[in-house]
């Protein structure tokens, strides 16, 4: 029986070397090596089962507690399952009376096994002989404890011949397998982690830059080691075994046995530098060579690192080639004088700029302390302080304007910079940078005089002017008294320039300022503002305002009387006149620009009444300006806020029958109300305003005469919009008022553009040209407020009109007055022999609609009629005569 037990161990052991051969797979097949321990373990099983040691009928001995116990402890939970199912199966197949027994001893030594291998894991329990031993033991003794189940005899005969022989044997079998399996982890483990330690070192070795060698004492290659094995005299695997003496240049071979000596001599560091020819042909390294502190092979030996510098070498000789040419370039360098000097001030380098800045040659500088060859004395003890404290700190002195010395003793302006040079082993090496400046100083000069004087004239400006009347209005301030400022414009000066040319005209200004500053006194200041525009600043002319006028009235006068002498230009003579504006400065005037503008405003009530003339500054003049200014203001506001509305007079035909209207623009201010175009159409032409605002009139008129169209006992209405001269004359109407048609659809059939005659003034060829375009469109032209003008009937029958309208003034003058009548009666006249219509402005009686209908006009518009409305009521109107 015994021996059965020992055989059952015997397979146990043939085990281990199996499982140690499985567990030697490769590590990617991690899987494939679990289940085949699983099924190694369970195949032994099953083998122990075919043999078993039989004590009754279906009651069997094995090895299968040990195997299982083994397969979960070092296996896990796939050997565990795949062994424990297998075994489970084989001895269901053998059945017999122990059949459940023998299936829970399967059970129970699986589920101890992986219990253990648990408790391990966390620490709880080691995995040594002795603890296998005991769980050997314990392992057996609860099979021993499960055959408790058989039949009476059965077990009495097992307590008494097989209990002490089983735990004796599969006990300490147990702990012989485990040990076992244990050591073959251990191994495994450690072949591993030595496989990859080693695999690490190869990897870092091979990815190193560097040709790394182990060389013996007398210079035999142990082991060479690179990424680049073509740094190398040869491959690796011929480089072994031999000796340096037969693979590197005498000289060099001899460099390297003196290293690898002194190395091993000194148990330190060695360094050197050679060039040798490799694989890849010749390079430049730095060798390193270490001692090695075992034994290779038997040998002493010494590790000798070769770093490959051959860019380093070629990098620092393109620097120094790139330092020479920096110095040539230098050298040669225009305009910019560049001085070397060390910190004792010597100069090493002089280049030409620097010879023809400074006067000195090369010849004559270099050598010579920097300071005192180009520095002046009263600023030499402080160049040289920066200087010693730019060597000692490294910062370089800040780069600022500098005032130096040429040889001939002449001072010129330079903006000087430096730079500070390190080169290891060599002395520090300051550089000056110079860029003279002179020229640019003396046109800085020249631009502060023109910062406060007229270039042309030579008069101070408006910014030396502003200076000058805030120095009087304090001493006014200090001391009460009357000062005055004229404000001086020349008459038609603008017809001066264009008609002889700005030479001209300059030669002009410049003899007015002549003038000015003859006829006032020393301390009076005359300026010139700009263009032709001049003001006189007269301090303390008298004691009180009250005496300003007499006191200054004779010497306007003065002053004008000279300006209107002839004067001269190329051999002709020029006459002008000039307007002039007084304001009176005293402790009241509280500001520049206040001042200015008092003089300015009366300045222009002088050319309003007639030019050649003077006025005083008059309050009235400032609320004026302020109103227009004010109104100007609203006028923008109204544009973008859309206040204006179109409001319709009718037009009648000879029955009194509404055939048309002329749209007439209102302004609808929130705070004022309804105002008329009287009050703001003439400052809308001034400002340009009138071409946003006529453009909206247009963009209104078409779009209200598309709406009629559609519209029952309005389609047929025509529609009259007054369009400015201003507007008529801006570049491309034409085109905009073609897209503007085609965009809104509009008939320009019933569209009439009313033109005043101010739009003949100014280039009677192209505005014949701009009608001409207009009407190809389809538009009728009619031209407004006819016999006011200056129309020509030379150019009217050019003009490709469509319709005169007679002016309100003639109408409304016919019943009284004979002129007028007649004056009405020969446009009508005039109209018919040129084929226009006519429309009658100004109807405002019976009597004068009778008087137009004998004379033979048939279109009239005025209060008989209707007066301008708005739209709803123009509609209901029209609608009302059916």
């Known amino acids: ?68 116990s083994m397969a979960a402890l070092f296996g896990g939970w796939v050997p565990a399952v795949i062994s424990t199912a297998m075994a489970a199966a084989a001895r269901i197949a053998l059945g017999g009376n122990g059949l459940v027994v023998g299936t829970l001893v399967i059970l129970a030594s699986s589920g101890l096994g992986l219990l253990y291998r648990r408790a391990s894991q966390r620490g709880l329990v080691s995995i040594g002989f002795l603890r ?65 330690t080693a695999a690490h070192l190869k990897a870092v070795t091979a990815s190193a830059p560097d040709l790394l060698m182990l060389l013996s ?136 700029a620097s010879e023809k800045l400074y006067g000195y040659t090369a010849a004559q500088a270099l050598g010579e302390d920097i300071v005192s060859l180009v520095v002046r004395p009263e600023t030499q003890p402080r160049a040289r302080a920066a200087a010693q404290r730019m060597f000692k700190t490294g910062r370089p002195i800040d780069p600022a304007e500098a005032r130096v010395r040429r040889k001939d003793g002449a001072e010129i302006d330079v903006y000087s910079s430096h730079a500070l040079i390190h080169v290891d082993g060599q002395e520090a090496e300051a550089f000056s940078i110079d860029i003279d400046i002179s020229a640019r100083k003396a046109a800085e000069e020249r631009a502060r005089y023109l910062a406060y004087y007229d270039a042309l004239t030579a008069l101070p400006n408006r910014r030396l002017l502003a200076d000058r009347i805030r120095q009087v209005l304090l001493e006014c301030k200090r001391n009460p008294s009357c000062s005055a400022l004229f404000f001086i414009d020349l008459d038609h000066f603008k017809t001066l320039n264009d008609s002889r040319g700005h030479e001209a005209g300059d030669q002009v200004l410049v003899q007015v300022a002549t003038r000015l500053q003859e006829s006032v006194r020393e301390q009076d200041t005359v300026a010139r503002l700009g263009g032709d525009e001049f003001v006189v600043l007269l301090p303390h002319v008298c004691a009180t305002s009250l005496q300003a006028s007499a006191v200054l009235r004779p010497l306007a006068e003065k002053l004008l009387r000279h300006l209107r002498m002839p004067y001269t230009h190329a051999g002709e003579e020029q006459h002008l006149t000039a307007s002039l504006g007084i304001a009176i400065i005293d402790e009241h005037t509280t500001s520049v620009d206040e001042l200015l503008k008092h003089a300015d405003l009366a300045m222009y009530r002088a ?54 209207a002329e749209a ?76 503007l048609l085609a965009q809104t659809g509009a008939d320009p059939g019933l569209l009439r553009l009313e033109l005043t005659e101010s739009v003949l003034l100014h280039n009677v ?106 739209l709803a009521a123009f509609e209901a109107r029209v609608l009302a005569q059916g």
């Open 1 to 68: 029986m015994t021996l059965a037990l020992i055989e059952g161990a015997a397979l146990l052991l043939a085990l281990c070397f199996v499982q140690s051969i499985i567990a030697r797979l490769p590590s990617r097949h991690e899987h494939v090596q679990r289940i085949l321990s699983g099924v190694l373990f369970g195949a032994i099983c099953i083998v122990g089962m075919v043999k078993p040691l039989q004590l009754a009928p279906g009651v069997i001995f094995d090895a299968r507690s040990v195997v299982l």
């Open 217 to 352: 004492a007398d210079g035999t290659y142990l082991e060479v080691m690179s990424s680049n094995a073509a740094l190398a005299t040869a491959p690796s695997s011929e480089l072994k075994g031999r000796s340096i003496d037969s693979q590197l240049p005498p000289e060099l071979a001899r460099r390297v046995h003196e290293v690898i000596a002194r190395c091993l001599q000194t148990h330190q560091t060695q360094t050197l530098q050679y060039e040798l020819r490799t694989l890849l042909g010749v390079r430049h390294f730095e060798g390193r060579c270490q001692p090695v502190g075992v034994p290779i092979q038997g040998h002493t030996a010494v590790v000798f690192i070769a770093r490959d510098r051959t860019d380093q070498v070629r990098s620092e000789a393109l620097l120094r080639e790139s330092e020479e040419r920096f110095r040539g370039v230098l050298s040669h360098m225009p305009m910019v004088s560049v001085k070397g000097y060390r910190a004792d001030g010597s100069i090493t380098f002089w280049n030409e």
């Open 664 to 739: 007439l623009v209102r302004w609808n201010d929130p705070g004022v109300g309804l105002i008329t175009p009287d009050q703001f159409i003439a400052l809308a032409e001034e400002t340009g305003q009138i071409i946003e605002l006529g453009q909206w009139v247009l963009n209104e008129a078409l779009a209200r005469q598309v709406q009629w169209r559609s519209r029952p006992g309005m389609g047929t209405l025509s529609l009259s919009v007054n369009v400015s001269a201003r507007q008529f004359h801006q570049e491309g109407f034409a085109d905009e008022l073609a897209a």
């Open 132 to 196: 296998l031993l005991l769980f050997g033991l314990l392992v057996h003794a609860v099979a021993l404890g499960l055959f408790q189940a058989l039949e009476p005899a059965t077990v009495a005969h097992i307590n008494r011949t097989l209990a002490l022989p089983y735990l004796l044997v599969f006990g300490p079998a147990t702990a012989l397998l485990g040990w076992l399996l244990h050591d073959i982890e251990q191994r495994l483990a450690t072949e591993t982690s030595l496989a990859e």
């Open 765 to 870: 060829e192209g505005v014949i040209h701009i009608m001409q375009q207009l009407r190809s469109l389809g538009l009728w032209l009619s031209l407004d407020d006819f016999g006011t003008g200056y129309s020509s009937l030379g150019y009217l029958k050019r003009m490709p009109l469509s319709e005169l309208k007679i002016d309100q003034g003639f109408v409304r003058g016919m019943l009284d007055n004979p002129t007028d009548a007649a004056i009405a009666q020969s446009i009508i006249a005039l109209a018919e022999s040129l084929h226009l219509n006519v429309v009658a402005e100004g109807v405002e009686t019976r009597a004068h609609h009778g008087l137009l209908l004998s004379h033979g006009c048939r279109r009239f518009q005025g209060y008989l009629f209707g007066p301008p409305e708005p």
């Open 607 to 660: 050319k309003d009444e007639g030019r050649n003339t003077l006025r005083f500054f008059d309050p009235r003049m400032q609320a004026a300006a302020n109103e227009r200014a004010h109104l100007q203001t609203r006028l923008h506001q109204a544009l973008r806020l859309d206040q204006f509305e179109l409001y319709y007079q009718p037009q009648v035909n000879e029955i009194g029958r509404i055939i048309g």
